[in-house]
């Protein structure tokens, strides 16, 4: 079994030695002679800059896994085991305007006028795209001009004194997404795969693309002093993982609050437990989980570093547990009993072995993750008690971005605990006759 050290090892060259290895350096990357100095574009303008006239936008976009990508500890030690090439691919998504800085001024985070260190991927980066960007590669942003037009989706273009404004419809659909939320190795095998899983459902064809759930749509003002429009998006981006330290004043409750709504409307569970059980015999049940409100597999993006399981307990009358399967240890780790289901996937290397680590892989199982309308049954039996009385079973499916024996692995217990979500829960009370 691939201990959960090696699957966070995963989560660092999932985004960054599948895209070296995709991409290389040079003429499309961020480094090699296109990638000197004199030959990257002006720097993109702070997101801060963007509020006086976008606010609201600033406000929603600041509580986004987008402004923290750049200051996630996780990414950091992870760049910092893989050395420095690599560091800077991971900067093509996680921090480009940042990336840009120091590329352009030789600038680290040492002046505040200029430092962009925690505005990850802000508003002029994804703005300034004037093209359909690319799937499975962020290098292009590279050589992004941030200097011509805004682009975005509106259905109707307001001339303003602080910028130019062009529209682009692609900004609505879910092409917008494909190079950072696409990873894919040098072979072309997929890694990372959220953008070809949501391809394969033909949803856009009914009108559902990546920003229907993550960016949905409300009325108001564009930016201050605009018209009133109908359609706007959010920019909260709301995905499963959340702030683990605090950032740029980021209610965190708050969003974790955002990632338990996300993931409460992510599935549908039904099961087939019975009503009552004669005592002595065995019990015998059903749970289904069904993939009918999310427009990729669950788990998606590092499908391989993430904890989705179901969780099983059983008391008597008396509180003591008859059974159990999907607990935690005292230390937060997930038990990895005899009968636990999980929803993972795992990668593989040239000869067949498990491995964790994206440079040795050859290909990726993705069988234990469940793909869009794909249901998987887990069946569960045990002995039920010898004399009558009353059965409480606690059931749920449960969700944790990233495992905590890989985080202490890595030596980052501050910041533990990582939160457990409740996708679902079920409490049943069964009769022992």
């Not at 999932?14 to 480094?31: F, K, R, S, W, Y």
């Not at 979500?421 to 009370?429: R, Y």
Request: overall charge negative.
């Amino acid at each position: 079994m691939t201990r959960w050290s090696d699957r966070i090892g995963m989560f660092l060259v999932a985004g960054t030695v599948g895209l070296v290895m995709a991409t290389g350096c040079g003429e499309d990357g961020m480094t090699g002679t296109n990638g000197d100095a004199e030959n990257v574009p002006p720097a993109f303008a702070s997101a801060a800059s963007c509020g006086g006239c976008h606010p609201e936008q600033l406000a929603e976009w600041e509580t986004s896994r987008h402004a923290y990508s750049s200051a996630d500890p996780v990414m950091h030690r992870l760049a910092e085991i893989a050395g420095a090439e690599i560091k800077e691919v991971c900067k093509e998504c996680h921090a480009p305007a940042q990336q840009r800085m120091e590329r352009l001024l030789a600038i680290g985070k040492g002046d505040p006028s200029v430092d962009l260190s925690k505005d990850g991927t802000n508003c002029d980066v994804c703005h300034s795209i004037s093209d359909i960007p690319p799937v499975a590669t962020a290098a292009f942003i590279g050589h992004i001009d941030p200097t011509g037009p805004k682009y975005a989706n509106m259905p109707q273009v307001i001339e303003t004194s602080a910028h130019a404004s062009e529209r682009r419809e692609w900004y609505g659909t879910s092409i917008a997404c494909a190079s950072c939320h696409q990873f894919d190795l040098a072979d072309g095998t997929n890694l990372e795969n959220t953008f070809i899983e949501w391809e394969a459902t033909n949803l856009a064809g009914m009108g559902f693309q990546c920003q229907s759930c993550h960016m949905p749509l409300y009325d108001g003002r564009a930016a201050e002093g605009g018209p009133w429009r109908e359609g706007l998006h959010r920019h909260r981006m709301v995905g499963v993982d959340y702030a683990y330290e605090e950032f740029r004043g980021i209610n965190l409750e708050q969003q974790k609050e955002d990632v338990r709504q996300l993931l409460e409307n992510s599935v549908s569970v039904t099961t087939s437990v019975p009503t009552s059980v004669t005592a002595g015999s065995t019990l015998t049940f059903d749970i289904t989980v069904l993939n009918d409100k999310t427009g990729h597999s669950i788990p998606s993006g590092v499908s391989f570093a993430r904890e989705m399981w179901i969780s099983v307990r059983v008391t008597d009358g008396g509180d003591a547990v008859v059974y159990e399967s999907g607990q935690l240890a005292s230390n937060d780790d997930l038990i990895h009993d005899a009968d636990l289901t999980t929803f993972s996937a795992q990668m593989y290397d040239a000869a067949g072995a498990p491995t964790g680590f994206a440079w040795l892989a050859a290909s990726i199982d993705e069988a234990g993750l469940l793909k869009y309308l794909e249901s998987r049954t887990a069946t569960y039996e045990f002995s039920a008690p010898d004399q009558s009385g009353q059965l409480t079973m606690e059931l749920a499916l449960r969700f944790r971005s990233l495992a905590p024996g890989g985080l202490r692995d890595l030596g980052l217990d501050r910041i533990l605990p990582i939160e457990v979500f409740d996708m679902w829960t079920e409490t049943v009370q069964v009769t022992v006759l």
